[in-house]
């Protein structure tokens, strides 16, 4: 038999990258003379401040403009213009390029930088006939004590000044929102009462008004309102006893009477006829008896009266 075939080679893997090694290097310190000369170098800068840049003149053009005037020109800084402007001007077919409206030169001596301010104001940019800003003015001036740490400083203001103004105005956006949240809930609960007051007069209105025929029943049985009447002007008995025992007598008797006759039939007629004579009679002997009453007390104390007056003439000796 064919001898087994050798097993086929592993693939060769590929090389492993190199490790970058660590930067050692470390920031050295600057020595007392190198700082000395750092800080000479930074108070010799004079800054100057362009109130009107050329327009469409970009950071390069102004470099090459300013470089020839026998110092160099360290730092720029130009402030673009108004986004809304440019949006404007480009939405009636204006030129598209980039402008700026103000801006800022560093340049490394302080003397040279003043000599070509008050050179260069209000004079013509030039840089030959073909140039786009030939017929366009210089409106620069130097300011004097302001380095470029004052700058940055100013635009760092500016930055945390306008961060503060956007958190105020987004803490009064939440504040006027959640007051007016405030305001709809309230608004949708006297709504709701409203609401609930509505249905609640539209439920009573469809309801009978049981309270009115009260009145009517019992104006129309008049002899179970006399007897009622009756009832309430009996004397009490002085015992409970006898007045339980009444009552229960009187529950009974009423639930065994017979009903009375309806107002409209002529027994009821009759009865009611009769239960107001004996009530006026009843009321008729009441008042006479009174009258008997007050009658007496009054010769009674008539005759007292005579009796002291004759006691005080007749048989008290002084009394003369």
């Not at 209000?122 to 004590?145: C, E, M, P, Q």
């Not at 958190?167 to 006027?176: P, W």
Request: aromatic fraction near 4%.
């Amino acid at each position: 038999s064919a001898p087994a075939s050798a097993p086929a080679s592993a693939p060769a893997s590929a090389p492993a990258p190199p490790k970058k090694k660590k930067s050692s290097a470390k920031l050295k310190r600057l020595s007392g003379e190198a700082l000395a000369a750092y800080n000479a170098r930074i108070q010799n800068c004079g800054v100057c401040y362009l109130a009107r840049v050329p327009p469409y003149m970009k950071p390069s053009a102004l470099r090459k403009l300013l470089s020839g005037y026998g110092t160099e020109v360290l730092r720029i800084y130009l402030k673009q213009e108004d986004p809304a402007a440019r949006a404007r001007r480009i939405s009636g077919g204006g030129n598209r390029k980039r402008s700026f409206s103000e801006g800022w030169v560093e340049f490394a001596d302080k003397r040279r930088a003043l000599k070509l301010a008050n050179t260069l104001n209000n004079t013509l940019v030039g840089g030959g006939h073909r140039s786009f800003h030939a017929h366009d003015l210089w409106n620069i001036k130097y300011l004097h004590k302001f380095k470029w740490d004052s700058l940055t400083d100013a635009q760092a203001h500016e930055a945390r000044t306008a961060q503060d103004r956007m958190r105020a105005e987004l803490s009064q956006s939440k504040k006027e929102t959640s007051f007016y949240m405030k305001q709809v809930g309230q608004a949708k609960a006297i709504e709701a009462m409203a609401a609930r007051r509505a249905r609640k007069a539209a439920a009573a209105a469809d309801t009978p008004n049981t309270s009115s025929a009260a009145p009517v029943a019992a104006a129309a049985s008049p002899p179970a309102a006399i007897a009622a009447a009756a009832a309430s002007a009996a004397p009490a008995s002085s015992s409970k006893a006898k007045v339980g025992a009444g009552a229960a007598g009187a529950k009974r008797r009423r639930d065994a009477a017979p009903a009375p006759p309806s107002a409209g039939s002529p027994a009821g007629e009759r009865r009611g006829a009769e239960c107001a004579e004996a009530a006026a009679g009843a009321a008729s002997s009441g008042l006479a008896s009174v009258r008997r009453s007050f009658k007496q007390r009054r010769v009674q104390s008539g005759e007292g009266r005579r009796t002291s007056k004759l006691d005080a003439s007749l048989l008290l000796p002084g009394a003369e």
